[in-house]
């Protein structure tokens, strides 16, 4: 069982960043993909980026694309997305999650959400005009 726990989100004017962590505790961290997953108010839960298990590899929705960074350090279980130039559309509550690799190829199987097996609780990112 791996438990996760999101920090750094809050409120962020138009054009800011912001750097949100999610530590893992319980379980072997390389063995997990990890995602970022984003959910507005009135919308679906969607896929913001992902890492592969080692870090060389990720992906990103096309709207947050050149803005958002998502990177691990694993010796310390951890997980971060960096938010630049954000927009008020990017206001939501993000969560991250981990996949058990059941699928080796790093494709879109791991931007599905019912892919993944682990969430965090999800941290809250306003951005403001």
């Known amino acids: 069982q791996v438990q996760l726990v999101e920090s750094g989100g809050g409120l962020v004017q138009d054009g800011g960043s912001l750097r949100l962590s999610c530590v893992a505790s319980?379980?072997?961290?390389?063995?997990?993909?990890m995602g970022w997953f984003r959910q507005a108010p009135g919308k679906e839960r969607e896929f913001v980026g992902n890492?592969?298990?080692?870090?060389?590899?990720?992906y990103y929705a096309d709207s947050v694309k050149g803005r958002f960074t998502v990177s691990r350090d694993n010796a310390k279980n951890t997980v971060y997305i960096i938010m630049n130039n954000l927009k008020r559309e990017d206001t939501a509550v993000y969560s991250c999650?981990?996949?058990?690799?059941?699928?080796?190829?790093?494709?879109?199987?791991?931007?599905?959400?019912?892919?993944?097996?682990?969430w965090g609780q999800g941290t809250q990112v306003t951005v403001s005009s």
């Open positions: 999650a981990a996949a058990v690799v059941r699928q080796l190829a790093f494709d879109t199987y791991y931007m599905v959400p019912s892919n993944y097996d682990y």
């Open positions: 319980e379980g072997t961290f390389s063995n997990y993909v």
């Open positions: 890492i592969n298990r080692d870090g060389a590899a990720t």
